[in-house]
């Protein structure tokens, strides 16, 4: 295994790990982000631009769902909806 796909490995192992604990924290919602970064780092360095492209995106909606995560009136009660629960 070259150096290319171990990154190519953590970054996507990352992502499925942070996507798991997103409910617990906007902090594991901000870390999926940067994975999702380092995933389409990855698929541009391999020459898969359109995987590259996708992971470009995902971080884009995911930094969008910290901030509004972040900005939620309890930091712990987000749907991941874009919609802070009503309790």
Not at 40 to 46: A, N, P
Request: include cysteine; aromatic fraction near 20%.
């Amino acid at each position: 295994m070259d150096r290319l796909t171990t990154f190519g490995l953590f970054a996507v192992v990352t992502m499925l790990i942070f996507y798991a604990f997103e409910n617990r924290s906007h902090w594991f919602i901000l870390a999926f982000a940067g994975s999702c970064v380092l995933s389409s780092v990855y698929g541009f360095l391999q020459g898969a631009w359109p995987f590259g492209g996708v992971e470009a995106v995902w971080s884009v909606v995911a930094l969008r769902k910290w901030w509004i995560a972040r900005n939620a009136e309890k930091p712990g009660d987000y749907s991941g909806s874009g919609v802070p629960f009503k309790r």
